[in-house]
DNA sequence: TAGATTGTTAATCGATTAACAATC
DNA sequence: TAGATTGTTAATCGATTAACAATC
């Protein structure tokens, strides 16, 4: 697991714990809530601009702050979802998606008995007037989620309007310039990956 | 990234090569296609039942089989959806899923005010009837697709329910005993190391 | 044959873990 | 003070890449 990975986890487990009213928590306490090893969750959190505390180990309010600053879940981003499938609309309507400064700004398909049709509040845009929309609306982020065989073919479109970062949930692999960021959420492959290990010891 | 990771990437690549009417692919070509070196791709192919040839590169047909066979694809998995809001009914709805021989037998959810309604061809069941069900359906896998402060105690239930595979669309991290196999598929996880990526270089 | 491409060994690189002095 | 815990260095481990003989 990559360290950026490990942060993700360290966040959502240090608001747990905030919530939960903890002030203090050491690297064996995280470790032992994340399975990891107390030294590899004391490298990465070296790595950052905030310190810890002999005997007492980190304070979670710093902890959380920093963190979200790194991932960037003090920012807001604007986020469109392309496809409008089952997947897309239900991901235009996630409600962890605000909740973590994740602002869906429409949603589009290219079916045109999908165009127009609603979707909670948005109204499926067609993906023609997508690159329009992204220069006008500012997106920073394109969620892919349609099937395989078109995600190369939408992704080279989202790229022409100007957006910098695609989170990819479709099988396929993307391939992007240099200076777009794509990251794979790929479920099927998720899946995949689980039953191999199922057959297969871990 | 892992290799069983890339296993899946190689899959996904060789299936679209056969559908163009692809018969032999090189080392090299894979490389290209999914952004590795061959060398990456030639130890990956090596530790298959599986040889290339000399001067031809790797048969599609027999690397699609046991890729497949690898990855558990080559079988039906019993899954069931636990969590029925947005993602949880779009995934219990997804197409890909039966396509790829994961054969959803049902949705589960806590919530009364959800028991009992209709999801396509489901009808929402009552957490509480999981173990029985789980028992009787044989069910191989649960994908769980609940709130981040809930995940924990729906996966406690499913590991008590005898379900061996678990893969984790919630935030949270999930403990479970040896023997049964997690994998994460985070969304929101994954958005964060995007926009992490997009702020501070790749 | 000559050339292309595999499979494998060895070298490199990076990530994880162990160990421990510094610190509160 | 004594003990707990950090931050960091060094050691280990594993994964990626380079190189090249074997092969068709």
Redesign the pocket.
């Known amino acids: 697991?990559?360290?950026v990975k490990?942060m993700t986890k360290y966040l959502t487990a240090v608001q747990a714990m905030r919530e939960e009213g903890v002030e203090w928590?050491?690297?064996?306490?995280l470790a032992d809530a994340l399975g990891?090893?107390?030294?590899?969750?004391?490298?990465?959190?070296?790595h950052l601009e905030?310190?810890?505390?002999?005997?007492?180990?980190?304070q979670t309010r710093g902890l959380e702050d920093i963190l979200s600053k790194v991932l960037g879940a003090d920012t807001t981003w604007r986020v469109v979802v392309v496809g409008a499938g089952n997947l897309g609309k239900a991901l235009a309507l996630h409600e962890e998606f605000p909740r973590r400064g994740f602002n869906i700004r429409g949603i589009f398909d290219n079916a045109s008995e999908k165009v127009g049709t609603d979707v909670g509040r948005f109204k499926v845009r067609d993906m023609r007037d997508l690159p329009a929309f992204a220069g006008k609306e500012k997106i920073d982020v394109a969620v892919i989620a349609v099937p395989t065989h078109a995600a190369q073919q939408v992704a080279d479109i989202i790229i022409a309007s100007g957006v910098k970062g695609l989170l990819n949930l479709a099988l396929a692999h993307i391939i992007a310039p240099q200076g777009v960021h794509v990251v794979d959420s790929r479920i099927v492959a998720s899946l995949l990956e689980l039953t191999h290990s199922m057959k297969f010891g871990s």
């Open positions: 697991m990559s360290a490990r928590v050491s690297s064996q306490d990891l090893t107390s030294s590899t969750v004391r490298q990465d959190l070296s905030f310190s810890g505390t002999s005997k007492r180990g980190y």
